[in-house]
Every structure is written in C-alpha cells, then in structure tokens.
C-alpha cells in the first residue's frame, strides 16, 4: 500500500443510544467524543 493516501483505520467505539450498549469496530470514521468500554479501552 502507499504511504499518506489510506484514511485513518483504527478501533472506534460506538454506542447504542436506544440502550447504551457499547461495541467496537474497525472504522475510518472521523470521531469528536472519546468513550471507554467496560474493559478499559479507549
């Protein structure tokens, strides 16, 4: 792959907010918030 043309691909945490369930997945969303899963990651 070439280098500085890829988004950003990382773990982005998401919450459902009907339920406050919380799950994690490999996004290239762009975030604003930053949250913590019930097993300490950010």
């Known amino acids: 792959m070439k280098e500085g043309i890829h988004p950003n691909y990382r773990e982005v945490l998401f ?5 406050g369930f919380k799950f994690v997945i490999r996004s290239c969303v ?3 918030e930053t949250g913590t899963t019930d097993d300490g990651r950010e």
Do not use: A, G, H
Request: hydrophobic share 25%; no cysteine; aromatic share 0%.
């Open 30 to 32: 762009n975030t604003k």
């Open 15 to 19: 919450v459902d907010l009907s339920n």
